[in-house]
């Protein structure tokens, strides 16, 4: 069941609710609460038991929170909530039958001075104010120099949210609202007092386009090299094959790289690291990374590094000492142990054995083991996060390597994390860190992370662009929803169509290179940062079917690229890099209808207009006074106006550039 404990006054929120969520105990040896909130991920809510139950008490913005339970890795609705329904993220390949949560005071309208309802940005101020769903027909906002309307932003299962922009930035302002409701009644809110808000966090990732590269499947520089275990898993990329081919990433046009984790482990992707403090030898070790921060600051780039803390390997030391030691080892509550030993010797015997290792990995997968892991798999045993020693160790690892010429950190499974272990690493790290949250990231932003992955995005990408599940208008609906929810945060979400635990983009809208470079359009020109997953560029296939599949070797014969596809990525990434309007301006929606989107971003002076047309007929729209009335879109096309640049593409073999 879930409780309300009241509310309490937020930064971020205005406002948070209490909420404890309990469920009977039966025996089980642990259990999570999972939501929306954590992507349904085990290891950030714990609960403790109390009594005949299970307990634990979190802080939630309002609104409807989708929920269960994990008891000892069993997913569970929650059995004395009686409303379930289906919850359904394609994003993230969810989709299960799940308890609800309607976490809501009794107001009607509501607004408090914090980050997410009075905030400014660069050259203006934004202040929100929510009203129950069909409660409102329109609302001012009264402020020093006048009166000024507000417009509907966004609507979500329970709330409606308007918006005033108002220009220019302020140390303080006295402001209040009108409403007329939808019965005809006239009601005030305020007088307000406040300095708005502003997100703290670097700028440089503002200006960033970003290059994801999985270094075992981008390029080999080192020919001859020991790969651990089969060297069927691995395609033998490195370091060194990144800077022989900066060339390639320069003109391109990105200016920052995000590295898949680069440490020593046992497998090709790296999330199962053994040694945090050195670089694995199969992508050239120390001095490999010294030469790459090197090549990169001669060209002016960025580094971030991928950051895995959820888990560790299960051969990493400290768990090896675990595993020898059992009950007597300094490192046992490094991790959760569920019992001891914490594998029996039947495990030790097959681990021995001299077999091929994705026979023995799959047999040892089919076994028992004592401890909690990353999502059942024995190789990635989880730390204890309560612990104080694991915080240090990971501020330490990040502090180590942003010495050493990294710039920011993306944490892996981000919301498999408690996010007050996450809001201490932050104040003893100073750079740009983004964390993996695959749902809802409201939880994991402003005091936590300064953005997240940004799979709220990519979920309403793919239900428009890939499957035409939606229309323009809810489309909108569903951007202006996550500026509702994110407020300045947004612009430091990272961005993208695909990434590697993903399908390419390519892939899903079945090859159709027309669509997929709408869907890049609008990644480049809409807020937040874009980034391009390795090979997209050239138009790289995925593999198979899966989260993994579009882990695809780059390809460096350029007689398999599609360079036409390559020519209209350049000419969106210049176009992005060039324009501060692109990067940081306001986001102004023009038309929104059908298969049509077409919107502003406006920065003081600096006006582009966006316009993108997904579907399968050639259209003519009355855009009003924007871009003189009237405008033709051929099918699955584009056209980007700038001041200074216009780019409209039909084909890849008709895309024109102007100067």
């Given at each position: 069941m879930y409780k309300i404990f009241g509310f309490e006054p937020d930064e971020r929120f205005g406002r948070a609710a209490i909420v404890e969520f309990s469920l009977p105990r039966e025996g089980e040896s642990y259990a999570y609460l999972l939501g929306s909130f954590n992507a349904f991920n085990e290891g950030s809510f714990r609960m403790t038991p109390d009594g005949g139950r299970w307990k634990v008490r979190i802080a939630l913005?309002?609104?409807?929170?989708?929920?269960?339970?994990?008891?000892?890795?069993?997913?569970?609705?929650?059995?004395?909530?009686?409303?379930?329904?289906?919850?359904?993220?394609?994003?993230?390949?969810?989709?299960?039958?799940?308890?609800?949560?309607?976490?809501?005071?009794?107001?009607?309208?509501?607004?408090?001075?914090?980050?997410?309802?009075?905030?400014?940005?660069?050259?203006?101020?934004?202040?929100?104010?929510?009203?129950?769903?069909?409660?409102?027909?329109?609302?001012?906002?009264?402020?020093?120099?006048?009166?000024?309307?507000?417009?509907?932003?966004?609507?979500?299962?329970?709330?409606?949210?308007?918006?005033?922009?108002?220009?220019?930035?302020?140390?303080?302002i006295?402001?209040?609202?009108?409403?007329?409701?939808?019965?005809?009644?006239?009601?005030?809110?305020?007088?307000?007092?406040?300095?708005?808000?502003?997100l703290e966090a670097p700028?440089?990732?503002?200006?960033?386009?970003?290059?994801?590269?999985?270094?075992?499947?981008?390029?080999?520089?080192?020919?001859?090299?020991?790969?651990?275990?089969?060297?069927?898993?691995?395609?033998?990329?490195?370091?060194?094959?990144?800077?022989?081919?900066?060339?390639?990433?320069?003109?391109?046009?990105?200016?920052?790289?995000?590295?898949?984790?680069?440490?020593?482990?046992?497998?090709?992707?790296?999330?199962?690291?053994?040694?945090?403090?050195?670089?694995?030898?199969?992508?050239?070790?120390?001095?490999?990374?010294?030469?790459?921060?090197?090549?990169?600051?001669?060209?002016?780039?960025?580094?971030?590094?991928?950051?895995?803390?959820?888990?560790?390997s299960f051969f990493h030391p400290y768990f090896q000492d675990l595993v020898k030691e059992g009950e007597k080892s300094r490192w046992k509550n490094f991790y959760r142990p569920l019992d001891f030993p914490v594998v029996d010797p039947e495990f030790l015997k097959l681990l021995g054995k001299d077999m091929p290792w994705r026979e023995k990995y799959r047999s040892l997968k089919e076994l028992d083991w004592n401890y909690e892991t990353f999502f059942s798999v024995w190789l990635m045993p989880r730390l204890n996060h309560e612990n104080p020693e694991v915080v240090d160790f990971i501020a330490d690892v990040m502090r180590f390597w942003l010495e050493r010429g990294a710039d920011g950190w993306r944490l892996d499974v981000a919301h498999g994390v408690p996010p007050e272990v996450w809001r201490e690493v932050r104040k003893r790290t100073r750079a740009y860190l983004f964390g993996e949250v695959m749902d809802d990231g409201r939880l994991w932003l402003f005091d936590v992370f300064h953005g997240i992955m940004n799979y709220l995005l990519y979920d309403a990408i793919l239900r428009f662009f890939a499957f035409e599940e939606i229309d323009a208008r809810e489309f909108l609906n569903e951007l202006n929803l996550l500026s509702a929810y994110y407020g300045p945060a947004e612009h430091f979400t990272y961005n993208f169509l695909d990434n590697h635990d993903t399908e390419r983009f390519l892939d899903l809208v079945g090859g159709d290179k027309k669509r997929y470079l709408c869907a890049m359009a609008f990644l480049m020109t809409y807020k937040g940062i874009p980034s391009i997953f390795y090979g997209d560029e050239v138009g790289l296939r995925g593999s198979g079917d899966g989260m993994s599949s579009g882990r695809t070797p780059m390809p460096w014969k350029e007689e398999a690229w599609d360079t036409g596809l390559l020519e209209v990525t350049k000419s969106l990434i210049r176009l992005r890099r060039e324009s501060k309007a692109l990067q940081v301006g306001l986001f102004r929606p023009v038309y929104f209808e059908g298969n049509i989107v077409a919107y502003e971003r406006v920065l003081e002076g600096e006006r582009v207009f966006v316009a993108i047309n997904r579907g399968s007929k050639s259209v003519k729209v009355n855009l009003g006074p924007v871009n003189d009335g009237n405008l033709s879109l051929e099918a699955s096309s584009f056209v980007i106006i700038g001041p200074t640049r216009k780019l409209r593409y039909l084909d890849l073999n008709d895309t024109h550039e102007h100067l």
């Amino acid at each position: 069941m879930y409780k309300i404990f009241g509310f309490e006054p937020d930064e971020r929120f205005g406002r948070a609710a209490i909420v404890e969520f309990s469920l009977p105990r039966e025996g089980e040896s642990y259990a999570y609460l999972l939501g929306s909130f954590n992507a349904f991920n085990e290891g950030s809510f714990r609960m403790t038991p109390d009594g005949g139950r299970w307990k634990v008490r979190i802080a939630l913005p309002e609104g409807l929170w989708h929920y269960g339970f994990s008891l000892g890795g069993n997913f569970t609705p929650d059995p004395e909530n009686p409303r379930v329904e289906t919850y359904r993220r394609p994003a993230y390949r969810f989709g299960r039958r799940v308890s609800v949560a309607e976490v809501a005071g009794a107001e009607e309208l509501f607004h408090r001075p914090s980050l997410t309802y009075l905030y400014s940005f660069v050259d203006r101020t934004h202040v929100l104010l929510r009203a129950r769903r069909g409660f409102l027909s329109s609302a001012s906002l009264h402020i020093g120099y006048g009166e000024v309307d507000m417009s509907l932003k966004a609507r979500d299962s329970l709330f409606e949210y308007w918006e005033a922009v108002v220009p220019g930035r302020s140390n303080e302002i006295e402001y209040s609202f009108s409403v007329e409701t939808n019965s005809g009644a006239r009601e005030t809110l305020g007088p307000f007092k406040a300095v708005p808000r502003e997100l703290e966090a670097p700028d440089w990732p503002l200006g960033s386009v970003f290059y994801q590269i999985m270094p075992d499947r981008f390029a080999v520089g080192i020919r001859e090299k020991e790969l651990p275990l089969e060297g069927e898993f691995f395609h033998g990329g490195d370091l060194k094959g990144i800077v022989e081919h900066m060339d390639h990433l320069e003109s391109l046009g990105v200016n920052a790289l995000y590295l898949t984790p680069i440490f020593e482990s046992m497998t090709y992707h790296g999330y199962d690291i053994i040694d945090y403090y050195h670089v694995a030898e199969r992508l050239g070790g120390d001095e490999a990374f010294r030469e790459l921060v090197e090549a990169l600051r001669e060209r002016g780039m960025k580094l971030v590094l991928d950051g895995v803390f959820h888990h560790t390997s299960f051969f990493h030391p400290y768990f090896q000492d675990l595993v020898k030691e059992g009950e007597k080892s300094r490192w046992k509550n490094f991790y959760r142990p569920l019992d001891f030993p914490v594998v029996d010797p039947e495990f030790l015997k097959l681990l021995g054995k001299d077999m091929p290792w994705r026979e023995k990995y799959r047999s040892l997968k089919e076994l028992d083991w004592n401890y909690e892991t990353f999502f059942s798999v024995w190789l990635m045993p989880r730390l204890n996060h309560e612990n104080p020693e694991v915080v240090d160790f990971i501020a330490d690892v990040m502090r180590f390597w942003l010495e050493r010429g990294a710039d920011g950190w993306r944490l892996d499974v981000a919301h498999g994390v408690p996010p007050e272990v996450w809001r201490e690493v932050r104040k003893r790290t100073r750079a740009y860190l983004f964390g993996e949250v695959m749902d809802d990231g409201r939880l994991w932003l402003f005091d936590v992370f300064h953005g997240i992955m940004n799979y709220l995005l990519y979920d309403a990408i793919l239900r428009f662009f890939a499957f035409e599940e939606i229309d323009a208008r809810e489309f909108l609906n569903e951007l202006n929803l996550l500026s509702a929810y994110y407020g300045p945060a947004e612009h430091f979400t990272y961005n993208f169509l695909d990434n590697h635990d993903t399908e390419r983009f390519l892939d899903l809208v079945g090859g159709d290179k027309k669509r997929y470079l709408c869907a890049m359009a609008f990644l480049m020109t809409y807020k937040g940062i874009p980034s391009i997953f390795y090979g997209d560029e050239v138009g790289l296939r995925g593999s198979g079917d899966g989260m993994s599949s579009g882990r695809t070797p780059m390809p460096w014969k350029e007689e398999a690229w599609d360079t036409g596809l390559l020519e209209v990525t350049k000419s969106l990434i210049r176009l992005r890099r060039e324009s501060k309007a692109l990067q940081v301006g306001l986001f102004r929606p023009v038309y929104f209808e059908g298969n049509i989107v077409a919107y502003e971003r406006v920065l003081e002076g600096e006006r582009v207009f966006v316009a993108i047309n997904r579907g399968s007929k050639s259209v003519k729209v009355n855009l009003g006074p924007v871009n003189d009335g009237n405008l033709s879109l051929e099918a699955s096309s584009f056209v980007i106006i700038g001041p200074t640049r216009k780019l409209r593409y039909l084909d890849l073999n008709d895309t024109h550039e102007h100067l």
